[in-house]
């Protein structure tokens, strides 16, 4: 299953590299949004629990549109038929899938943190910058088990983009509750992070419970 | 081929005697609450209708897991009709929390009542599953992708309530436990009837609608048959001409002779 799952996901990124389809418009996307905050807020700079809260919108909006189209080359080339006449594992499907969108996240974090430094944070970045590390990876985690989940679920549906939208959407809002109140205290620029280490562990049990559900269902998805 | 209307009618008149007892209780047993008054009896339809809403949803999600083990299309109609019904609860919920808070916070909505705002976030989830349901065409798919989002929302539920409720736990106190210790004996009691109650009458309504999908999916299913039917003239009818059939006694009128109708031609 992990040949598989690597061939797939060898696939899709050099897709993706060729391509250019979803992770330069996420990145470009974040930063549109974060834009629009500064005007929709009307401030030039933003701590706590407000610049905490918009990081974490910016990101799960990008996030969906990584979603929406992580079945896009199966769908549009008829690469699905193949992925079923091979003999392997249907979850490795599944597995390539949420990697793939685990390194889309990550690539689009890496554009869109410093962007969101730069133009709206308070506070001085460097300092948070080992816990905001470690919330970005736990819950990127968590989304990408989600949206590889729900793009599977959406994909065979007609209006297939917003299904998937309103489906990811509500099935993060654990991930954003715990991320956003991880991140909050390390935007406050209080060295005391108190909690954080517990809303990491809340992410870690998220992560854990949908890649659990995921393995648990995905089989059923690609049965044909 | 399940039977869905067996002992619907007991089911009936018990659940409506339960309703009665229960309203009966709540206006003329419970005692008024010293410092919320007569609102407060809204409590006895609001929690009840929120407990079995989220029963039905993970019972749900069993029942998907149940379809998706088994390859039987009747747990994917029960499943499909759990979350049907609790959806529809669910709107009763938000709109009696809404009215709850509002006569004793003076607010339609608190968001530091952290059950409600679970619930809230719960029932946006369910509500695109028959979206999800219905932009599928094909049958099998159908109900199999209904499946895997019936077992996945199902587990969802309760992770949702534990996070939103720590959540707000770290930073407001729990202002609101009215389901504690603190309850006197008859409140407790008339709660209790109020719960089974509601229970009854979601099995009723559940039980009710399966019938009610299940006899109109077997008429639709025979007025396709009778339509074949009368569009062939090789097909032998119950009417009258059988002998015509004998030429081809094929594939076509294999099912035929499973029909066979107490009332012949129609």
Redesign the interface.
Known sequence: MTRAALAILRKDLLVERRTRESVPAMALFSVTVLVLFHFALDRDSLDGALASGVLWVTLLLAAVLGVGRLFASEREEGGMDGILLAPIDRTAVWVAKALALLAYLVVVEVVAVPVFAVLLLGPDLMPALPGLVATLVLADVGLAAVGA?VAA??A????RE??AT??F???V??AA??AT?ATEPLFAGAQTAD?TGRWLI?LAA?AL?FVL??V??FD??L?? | MAVFGRGLVTLALITAAAVGIALGMVFLYAPLDADQGFVQKIFYLHVPLALVALAGFVAAGVMGALH?RSGDSAWDLRSYVAIHLSTILGVGVLVTGAIWARASWGHWWVWSEPTLVAFL??F??YA?YP??RF????PG?QG??A???A???G??VP??FA??R??ES?THPQVFSTTGSGMPGEMLATFLVSMVAMALLYATLWKLELTAKHASDQLRRLRRRAERRAADPLVPRPGGGASAGSSRAGAPTLSGAAYAAPRGGD
């Not at chain 1, 065979?156 to 209006?159: H, T």
């Not at chain 2, 932009?135 to 094909?138: A, G, M, T």
Request: avoid cysteine; glycine fraction near 4%.
């Open positions: 989940l679920l959406a065979e549906s007609r209006a917003l299904v309103l489906l959407l509500p099935l809002v654990p509750v715990a109140a909690g809340f998220y419970l559900l995921s648990g269902v059923y998805l049965e044909d | 998706l976030i719960v946006l989830l695109v979206m999800l932009s599928i065409e094909d798919r199999r992708y499946s895997v989002f077992v996945a929302a587990a969802f992770l949702n996070i939103v720590s959540a770290l």
